[in-house]
């Protein structure tokens, strides 16, 4: 792996970790203030939604990790990249 890809994968590994952590104030550091998510049902939000929907929940929990930092698992029943709801 090159310096850019080793660059890319500690903000990665990092935004995965404060996400997973319910770190809203370290993912906003992370994240441009312009950022855009579409998860696996091609649904976008922008930075804040994104907090809102998979940071700042405390019903959300992660199910599964990789090192590349993709998350998946199910949402209100439906199959949705990130975590499950309690």
């Given at each position: 792996m090159g310096a850019d890809e080793e660059a890319v994968a500690e903000v990665v590994t990092a935004r995965t970790a404060a996400s997973v952590s319910g770190d809203a104030r370290r993912v906003r550091?992370?994240?441009?203030?312009?950022?855009?998510?579409?998860?696996?049902?091609?649904?976008?939000?922008?930075?804040?939604?994104?907090?809102?929907?998979?940071?700042?929940?405390?019903?959300?929990?992660?199910?599964?990790?990789t090192q590349a930092g993709v998350l998946s698992g199910s949402i209100d029943g439906g199959s949705h990249s990130g975590g499950v709801r309690r």
């Open positions: 550091e992370i994240l441009a203030p312009d950022v855009s998510h579409t998860n696996a049902s091609d649904g976008s939000c922008d930075r804040e939604e994104h907090i809102a929907s998979y940071v700042e929940p405390v019903e959300l929990v992660w199910l599964e990790t």
